[in-house]
Structure formats: structure tokens, C-alpha cells
């Protein structure tokens, strides 16, 4: 019998080109189009569906839509508003593939009769006596596994990336010769399933406006601020501070008093962080690394491994502390770690 696969597709040239090879090395190939965003007709799933509909007729494949709107609500969305309100900054692409892609997705891929489900992300997989271990892909400029630190071995288990050794622009010559109709379409960068839009306005509809002072770390008051869920860690835009002298930065968040503390200059030390704590731990191979070792980490995505020690790993707590100062370590974004290529898990900065 052949094996059934069960492709994620978002409507983007990455997952089209991934159905697409999956088709061609003969696996029964079935398209899913996740619906998990309805509270507005702003949503892109429209157009996105039909892009679908139009690559799934070029490559040859089935389509069903599954709506997990309640499930995104329930385990993504809600986490993303506590975590705003209390003034940290979530990543809710990283929940959004733990809790959906890779759960609610593949529960109901192994009910079609799934042994596997493929997405476009651009990871890799190795498989060493039964242990799979998610290393970078080979087009480190895409690479996402940052975003797919809290898979375990089961969701492992069951998942291929067939995009894992190609580099973008290839993925884009496949999908232009096989006259896929996503083959120019742009990368989406907006929030996850939601999209792209004023992400003030947005907030504002769920989290009430609490404006307040700017203040600089001695107490001077330099301007007022619209709510402190709409500024992160080391912003620069938007914070409407004039002025001789360099750049305003926001350093950091005094909530009890309402105040954004902001401070000029890309290298001001209260940007700068040797060490973080992080908790909510997963790791990938279903233990902790050793702790007397040195290891790479990100606490951004768009950002080269550093180097780092673990100097606590106890009760789902972690301490790092890196050989140079990171900066703007923002509380709610994940620190994640590596071993070379290997991604070995993390957790979310505290």
C-alpha cells in the first residue's frame, strides 16, 4: 500500500513545493488547509485557501479544510494575550507549532489515515537508533527550527521536511517549473494564522489602552507611551521621542508604576545581558544536555548562535550565561539552544 501523507498547506510556495515532491516520490499525498483565525474578515484565509485549491489542481492532490479556530483560541491566542498583558513578549509562531501544527494537525492527519504529515518549514531531520534529532536546514538563512524547539520525539516520529536540504531560491525555481501558481507569491510575516496588520490597533481590541510616562532610568520624564503591551525590549520605532543626542531604545518595563524606561544608544548597558534564566523547558531528545559543556543560543530568531554555559538546569529552571553580552533579552521570547546543527530545545526567557 502507499504510504499517506498529509501536507500542510498554507498557501505559500514553501508547503506547495513540499506537497509537490512528497507527489513526486509517490507518496498518497493529501493537502490540509488549517482555518484557526475568524474573529475578522481582515484575514488573508480567503485568498490563501484559494491558492491552495489552485496549486493542489497543478500538483494533483485532494484538499480538505479543517477549521481549529477554538483550538487556536483555547491554547494559542489566550497564552498570547496573558503574556502581552503582562508585559512580556510572546512568539506565538513557537505555540502555534507545538499546540497546532503539530498536534491538532497531526491528530487529525493520523484520523485520515496518516503515517506522516510534511510541512514547508525549512528543519531536517536525522534518525539515530530510534531517536530523531532536528538539526538545521541546509539554506541557514531560512532555517526555522527556532520555532520548532518544543517538538518532542513522538511529533518527530511522525513528521518530514522535504524542503530540509534546499535552499529558498531552488524551492522557488521548482515551484516556477511546475507552473505552481505560488511560485512568486511573497513570504507571509505577519502573526501566525492572523497575518499581517497594525498590531497596535489589533491589540487594542482585546487589551484595554493604559497610557503612561517614558522615563529614563533616573527618573526623567521624556514622553508618554499608549500601554506598555505595544513596545518590546530594545524597540527604537514608534516611540515619538525627539531630540538631540542618538536613538532612544525601551530597556525595560516598570509595571507596578506604569512606566516604559527607555535610554539612548544602541550599546547603552541596560541593553546588554551576560546571563538569562528561562523556564517552561522542553527538550527535544527528552533530557536535559549537559551542563558542563558549552553550547550555542538564540534569543531571537534573526540571530547567529552565541556561545553559552548552563549554570542552573533544575525544576524546569534554566540559567545561561554567555562568553559576550546579548542584547535586549526580552522576558516571553525563547532562548533556544544548540550543539553545532542540533537543536536541542530551550525554553521561555523569564
Not at 490540509?32 to 494533483?60: H, S, T, Y
Not at 507549532?97 to 510534511?118: M, P, Q, V
Not at 539554506?139 to 518530514?160: I, V
Not at 497596535?200 to 526623567?220: A, H, I, N, V, W
Amino acid at each position: 500500500m502507499t504510504e499517506r501523507v498529509v501536507v500542510g498547506l498554507s498557501g505559500g510556495v514553501d508547503s506547495s513545493v513540499a506537497a509537490l515532491l512528497l507527489k513526486r516520490q509517490g507518496f498518497d499525498v493529501i493537502g490540509l488547509f488549517m482555518r484557526n483565525w475568524e474573529d475578522d474578515a481582515e484575514c488573508p484565509a480567503k485568498q490563501d485557501f484559494l491558492d491552495v485549491l489552485a496549486v493542489a489542481d497543478v500538483i494533483g492532490i485532494e484538499v480538505e479544510a479543517v477549521n481549529f479556530a477554538r483550538e487556536y483560541k483555547e491554547r494559542v491566542f489566550s497564552y498570547f494575550l496573558s503574556e502581552y498583558q503582562a508585559g512580556r513578549t510572546p512568539n506565538p509562531d513557537v505555540l502555534c507549532n507545538s499546540e497546532i501544527k503539530f498536534k491538532a494537525f497531526l491528530d487529525h492527519a493520523i484520523g485520515l489515515g496518516a503515517s506522516k504529515i510534511a510541512t514547508g518549514h525549512y528543519a531536517r531531520l536525522t534518525e539515530t537508533n530510534g531517536e530523531f534529532a532536528l538539526c538545521k536546514a541546509q539554506d541557514l538563512s531560512k532555517d526555522q527550527t527556532y520555532f520548532l524547539y518544543r517538538l518532542n520525539q513522538a511529533q518527530l516520529s511522525k513528521t518530514l521536511f522535504p524542503l530540509s536540504s534546499l535552499q529558498k531560491t531552488e524551492v522557488r525555481e521548482i515551484a516556477r517549473k511546475a507552473a505552481l501558481p505560488t511560485h512568486a507569491k511573497k513570504d507571509s510575516t505577519g502573526i501566525c494564522f492572523i497575518g499581517e496588520r497594525d498590531f497596535r490597533e489589533f491589540l487594542s481590541r482585546y487589551l484595554p489602552k493604559q497610557p503612561g510616562d517614558m522615563e529614563t532610568p533616573e527618573g526623567r520624564l521624556v514622553g508618554k507611551h499608549e500601554g506598555l503591551m505595544y513596545y518590546t525590549l530594545g524597540q527604537r520605532q514608534g516611540l515619538g521621542i525627539g531630540g538631540p543626542g542618538e536613538p532612544w531604545y525601551v530597556a525595560s518595563k516598570d509595571m507596578a508604576r506604569n512606566v516604559l524606561i527607555v535610554v539612548q544608544g544602541h550599546d547603552h548597558p541596560l541593553l546588554l545581558k551576560n546571563t538569562l534564566n528561562a523556564q517552561d523547558l522542553n527538550w527535544i531528545a527528552g533530557r536535559a544536555p549537559d551542563a558542563s559543556r558549552t553550547y550555542g543560543a538564540k534569543t531571537r530568531y534573526r540571530q547567529q548562535d552565541a556561545a553559552c554555559h548552563i549554570t542552573h538546569l533544575a525544576d524546569d529552571q534554566l540559567a545561561l550565561e554567555f562568553d559576550a553580552a546579548q542584547w535586549a533579552v526580552t522576558p516571553g521570547q525563547s532562548v533556544v539552544m544548540y550543539d553545532g546543527e542540533t537543536c536541542l530545545g530551550g525554553g521561555i526567557i523569564s
